[in-house]
């Protein structure tokens, strides 16, 4: 079996990847290891950028439908001390050009605008190799196997497409984010909810920090920011919630009730969110009938641009592909071109800005930069 375009993974970037190229008139098949589009949670809120990801959905005919998806108020942002002082606060005005919504509502806006059976569900890919002339073959966990005549990883961190293109290999960044919720927090954590406020609440210190979205429903998500060594995290049974809990909540002695309530009160399982990157200036050269977007071809650090730009990816790599209909090389190698400078930019940006939350300065780096004491972009996402 061989298709015009192959993706694999069903993420942000891969979907709008698939949405653009049907907008053009292209096919494309879609493989996704999860068994369907509900198979698990998609994460938290996304601040969607006007320059990348909003570009991306107006080239994919879908902004007037994602402005429908919008969680007022999302922009809101603060930042506390350890005691829940508020030392900045910033409501949202509608003004910030960086619209929240939630990645789960997100992704299914792109499902529902792709022809049936675009989307291969349960199809995990466990190997791929090189055929020669431009054609790869994927295998799946199954044992099925298929062939393709352009093959695109948009499989994320830990990419099997990767290795047809690139040795390098995500390194750990030394700080682990430990997520949680609440949930119909206004009722039932009132405290907490106070605090977070309408849209993001990073409550920080020195290597450490509570940071909170709020999210449609009185819903609070929480990432729970620590520096700490590999072996630190693996000494944690996550499997047992209570005590990993605990755990994390001991590390903020002293801390405000309504803060780490954030954590011990949490009515999820706490996840490890281990934080890796691969090299900024990661690139490859060009080979025939591959590339990758996204995480796959550049993950960074969190900064609010992981998901935004690899929807840009998405979206120019099909335009790419549209221009040179009958040279796939001239197409891949035109979107690459675009793809290692502002995928560099990006890195080296987020490099700089995860410090400000846990430097030695914190709370006040991260005040300083949103009130222009500091250079630096804006975490309001992650």
Not at 259 to 275: C, K, N, Q, Y
Not at 278 to 296: F, K, M, Q, S, Y
């Amino acid at each position: 079996m061989t298709t015009h375009v192959t993706i694999v993974g069903a993420g942000l970037g891969g979907l709008t990847l698939a949405r653009v190229l049907h907008v053009h008139g292209i096919p494309a098949t879609v493989y996704e290891a999860e068994a369907s589009p509900a198979a698990r949670a998609q994460g938290g809120m996304l601040d969607i950028h006007d320059h990348d990801g909003q570009r991306a959905l107006k080239a994919a005919g879908l902004y007037d439908r994602f402005l429908d998806l919008i969680h007022e108020g999302g922009q809101a942002i603060r930042v506390l001390d350890r005691h829940a002082t508020v030392l900045f606060d910033r409501p949202d005005d509608g003004s910030g050009g960086r619209p929240e919504v939630l990645r789960g509502r997100l992704r299914q806006l792109l499902l529902d605008s792709l022809p049936a059976g675009t989307v291969a569900w349960g199809h995990k890919v466990t190997a791929a190799r090189s055929l020669g002339d431009g054609r790869h073959e994927l295998t799946f966990a199954d044992g099925s196997k298929v062939t393709s005549g352009l093959l695109v990883g948009a499989d994320g961190a830990w990419s099997r497409v990767r290795p047809l293109l690139s040795a390098a290999r995500p390194e750990y960044a030394g700080t682990v984010f430990v997520e949680t919720y609440l949930f119909d927090s206004d009722e039932r954590h009132p405290a907490s909810a106070g605090a977070v406020g309408e849209g993001s609440m990073f409550a920080l210190a020195p290597g450490k920090g509570i940071a909170a979205h709020r999210e449609p429903d009185g819903v609070l998500h929480t990432y729970v920011q620590l520096n700490k060594p590999r072996e630190w995290i693996d000494d944690i049974d996550f499997t047992d919630a209570a005590g990993a809990a605990a755990r994390v909540a001991e590390e903020f002695p002293g801390w405000a009730p309504e803060l780490t309530a954030l954590i011990t009160d949490g009515e999820t399982a706490p996840v490890a969110r281990i934080l890796h990157s691969l090299p900024g200036d990661h690139r490859w050269e060009r080979v025939p009938g591959v590339t990758l977007l996204g995480d796959a071809a550049h993950l960074m650090l969190p900064s609010g641009e992981g998901a935004n730009i690899a929807m840009l990816d998405g979206a120019e790599l099909a335009d790419a592909i549209a221009a040179h209909p009958d040279d796939t090389e001239a197409a891949l190698t035109a979107y690459e071109e675009a793809l290692f400078p502002r995928s560099a930019e990006a890195a080296a940006e987020a490099a700089a800005l995860l410090p400000l939350y846990l430097d030695e300065n914190a709370p006040h780096s991260l005040v300083d930069m949103f009130t222009g004491a500091r250079q630096g972009g804006d975490p309001a996402g992650t």
